[in-house]
């Protein structure tokens, strides 16, 4: 029997590119130092990326980096590129990247995927409703095509952007400035989809409050 030791490297780096969760790479690399010599940037790049699509990379690095004050520039290329069909320097950023980063940008992804299907779900539902009332919907029952999924999610990502970014000194900070005026860059019905989801957001806010009040919301 073939031990790990005498496995070439190239295949034991697929071996951890096809790690599922980012989290668990480190204990993986520090087990010996055959897996530890198996390990290079690639293979951060590889468990992203069969997360993220390309397209949603760009814009992933500039929301976990909104509360990090991003540099002004930096954040208007990378906003810029959020447009490229396919970006070419996502790779290199990752690697750039500290390893609290690239968790968070995980950890995000993952909640944003989870809101886009919660999203679709529902108003799948209530699109099929006969009388107008939403109806229950398993999300056994509901699949999103890999273009909707992008759009969904790269929707969301705007809005989260948005937010992390308005907590900041309005009109004066200059990140905020950016952000701002790239929004106003987009599309028109790439606007309303991101009032859908403001809307979803506020509605699962205000189940979440006190009697159930909207008009304590803060908008």
């Known amino acids: 029997m073939v031990s790990l030791v ?14 599922d969760d980012l989290a668990d790479l480190p204990s993986a690399v520090l087990t010996c130092r055959t897996l530890y010599g198996a390990f290079h940037d690639r293979v951060i790049c590889s468990i992203l990326r069969d ?12 929301v976990e980096l909104a509360l990090e004050d991003e540099p002004v520039e930096e954040l208007r290329s990378t ?8 970006p070419t320097d996502w790779a290199t950023r990752l690697t750039k990247l500290p390893w609290k980063s690239l968790l968070g940008i995980q950890q995000t992804h993952r909640k944003i995927e989870v809101s886009a299907m919660d999203f679709s779900s529902k108003a799948w539902a209530f699109l099929q409703g006969s009388d107008g ?3 229950v919907l398993g999300m056994e029952d509901f699949v999103l095509s890999s273009a ?8 969301l990502y705007r809005v989260e952007l948005h937010s992390r ?12 400035r950016v952000v701002h005026d790239w929004q106003l860059q987009l599309r028109p019905w790439e606007a309303e989809q991101m009032g859908c989801f403001w809307e979803y957001y506020f ?8 009697n159930n009040s909207q008009a304590e919301l803060p908008y």
Do not use: Y
């Open 148 to 155: 909707e999924k992008h759009r969904f999610c790269q929707t």
């Open 79 to 86: 906003l810029a590129a959020t447009g490229a069909a396919t």
């Open 6 to 19: 005498q496995i070439p490297r190239e295949i034991i780096s697929m071996i951890l590119e096809n790690l």
């Open 51 to 62: 997360q993220l699509t390309p397209g949603l990379v760009n814009i992933a690095i500039a």
């Open 165 to 176: 970014h308005f907590s900041k000194d309005l009109g004066l900070d200059p990140a905020w």
């Open 133 to 135: 009332a939403p109806q």
């Open 203 to 210: 509605d699962r806010l205000a189940r979440g409050k006190p």
